[in-house]
């Protein structure tokens, strides 16, 4: 029976742990050293979840990291005891989910046990190794073709997941591990930020002086999230998908000063109106990146666009002074190859960013001089 006072799902899980599987775990398996996460995906992995989101893929579950030792001596066994004994329900929530048609974990609320429940036991290599398809060592340096085709909304389930408890230490060594880009990285992906907007900034305009204002409108769009994604990366935060992207950027610092001018932008009826409301939002998101202080300042007024009536930023101009200040020869040698940027940027195809499998093909883009 499903619970009639909502509870974000991450409480809910808390206290899952806590005063019902924590308890089994101590009694069955006393000194299984052990982090217990709700690092997965899901709405309420980033509190984004509301009432709406626990009718599937919601409610009572957890990834437990245990060692690669204790996976391989008693995974299975935790898994069958905490079936035997977990309770039929929790504050009114099912234990017991099945697979829905369309594949997504539904709650099965049952008369009898045992309990076919969602609580994971693995290890931090092989969640990285199935959710990313990625060999991680701690304390290996990450190579910059991986940080390229690993989705943001990974990242940021990695990294913000909560934790209830952290008796191994996996969590902890995996959320320092994957924290934020590194510097040269990161630059290269404010360059390959800018690059996408210096290369449509004038088609506004253009569009709609030839009487196209459905292609001026979805161009402006377009700018628009990508001077978004450019705020996360300023922000150095990673970007939740296209369901919660917009959720994300309100809760960024920036979020006050552009809603307006990019509700501006998106409700303008004319190219003209579009051009004004994104001129202004160039010239706040322009000082945004001088206030870095990782280029020299550069100018962030718009300006016309060689002799025609456009206003422009001319991302170009950022493009080349952040090429200018990376070190890496790594990166180096990838932004002189290609400036697309990771898989967020030059892709919004929800099959290429969730399948793990494709990410090694998606590797090969960045794999200077190779063959």
């Given at each position: 029976m499903?619970?009639?006072?909502?509870?974000?799902?991450?409480?809910?899980?808390?206290?899952?742990?806590?005063?019902?599987?924590?308890?089994?775990?101590?009694?069955?398996?006393?000194?299984?050293?052990?982090?217990?996460?709700?690092?997965?995906?899901?709405?309420?992995?980033?509190?984004?979840?509301?009432?709406?989101?626990?009718?599937?893929?919601?409610?009572?579950?957890?990834?437990?990291?245990?060692?690669?030792?204790?996976?391989?001596?008693?995974?299975?066994?935790?898994?069958?005891?905490?079936?035997?004994?977990?309770?039929l329900?929790?504050?009114?929530?099912?234990?017991s989910?099945?697979?829905?048609?369309?594949?997504?974990?539904?709650?099965?609320?049952?008369?009898?046990?045992?309990?076919?429940h969602?609580?994971?036991?693995?290890?931090?290599?092989?969640?990285?190794?199935?959710?990313?398809?990625y060999?991680?060592?701690?304390?290996?340096?990450?190579?910059?073709?991986?940080?390229?085709?690993?989705?943001?909304?990974?990242?940021?389930?990695?990294?913000?997941?909560?934790?209830?408890?952290?008796?191994?230490?996996?969590?902890?060594?995996?959320?320092?591990?994957?924290?934020?880009?590194?510097r040269?990285?990161?630059?290269?992906?404010?360059?390959?930020?800018?690059t996408?907007?210096?290369?449509?900034?004038?088609?506004?305009?253009?569009?709609?002086?030839?009487?196209?204002?459905?292609?001026?409108?979805?161009?402006?769009?377009?700018?628009?999230?990508d001077?978004?994604?450019?705020?996360?990366?300023?922000?150095?935060?990673y970007?939740?998908?296209?369901?919660?992207?917009?959720?994300?950027?309100?809760?960024?610092?920036?979020?006050?000063?552009?809603?307006?001018?990019?509700?501006?932008?998106?409700?303008?009826?004319?190219?003209?109106?579009?051009?004004?409301?994104?001129?202004?939002?160039?010239?706040?998101?322009?000082?945004?990146?001088?206030?870095?202080?990782?280029?020299?300042?550069?100018?962030?007024?718009?300006?016309?666009?060689?002799?025609?009536?456009?206003?422009?930023?001319?991302?170009?101009?950022?493009?080349?002074?952040?090429?200018?200040?990376?070190?890496?020869?790594?990166?180096?040698?990838?932004?002189?190859?290609?400036?697309?940027?990771?898989?967020?940027?030059?892709?919004?195809?929800?099959?290429?960013?969730?399948?793990?499998?494709?990410?090694?093909?998606l590797?090969?883009?960045?794999?200077?001089?190779?063959?």
């Amino acid at each position: 029976m499903m619970q009639a006072t909502f509870i974000p799902g991450a409480e809910l899980s808390r206290r899952y742990y806590e005063e019902v599987v924590r308890p089994i775990l101590d009694d069955v398996f006393p000194g299984l050293r052990h982090d217990a996460t709700l690092i997965d995906s899901g709405s309420e992995v980033l509190g984004f979840d509301t009432p709406i989101s626990r009718d599937h893929g919601w409610g009572l579950r957890l990834r437990l990291f245990v060692s690669e030792e204790d996976y391989a001596r008693a995974a299975e066994s935790i898994v069958e005891t905490l079936r035997q004994r977990l309770p039929l329900e929790f504050l009114g929530w099912p234990t017991s989910y099945v697979k829905g048609d369309d594949g997504s974990w539904m709650a099965d609320a049952r008369a009898n046990g045992p309990v076919d429940h969602l609580v994971r036991v693995t290890t931090s290599a092989r969640m990285l190794r199935a959710d990313l398809n990625y060999e991680w060592q701690p304390g290996a340096v990450i190579a910059a073709g991986d940080w390229l085709t690993f989705p943001q909304q990974k990242l940021r389930a990695i990294t913000h997941g909560p934790v209830y408890h952290e008796g191994l230490g996996d969590a902890g060594a995996m959320r320092t591990a994957f924290r934020y880009y590194p510097r040269d990285v990161w630059l290269y992906l404010l360059a390959a930020g800018w690059t996408r907007i210096g290369q449509e900034e004038a088609f506004v305009g253009r569009a709609g002086q030839v009487g196209d204002e459905l292609g001026s409108r979805l161009i402006a769009a377009r700018l628009v999230r990508d001077l978004m994604m450019l705020c996360f990366l300023i922000e150095r935060v990673y970007a939740p998908y296209a369901k919660w992207f917009g959720s994300g950027f309100a809760r960024l610092g920036c979020a006050a000063a552009l809603m307006p001018l990019f509700e501006r932008v998106l409700a303008a009826s004319d190219w003209h109106g579009r051009q004004e409301a994104l001129a202004e939002a160039y010239a706040f998101v322009a000082e945004m990146h001088n206030a870095l202080g990782v280029t020299p300042p550069l100018p962030a007024q718009a300006s016309q666009f060689h002799s025609r009536p456009f206003l422009v930023i001319h991302g170009e101009r950022f493009a080349e002074a952040l090429l200018k200040v990376i070190r890496d020869p790594a990166v180096s040698q990838i932004a002189e190859h290609t400036l697309i940027g990771s898989v967020d940027q030059f892709s919004d195809s929800t099959d290429l960013r969730e399948q793990a499998a494709l990410r090694p093909a998606l590797r090969a883009l960045f794999d200077v001089g190779a063959g």
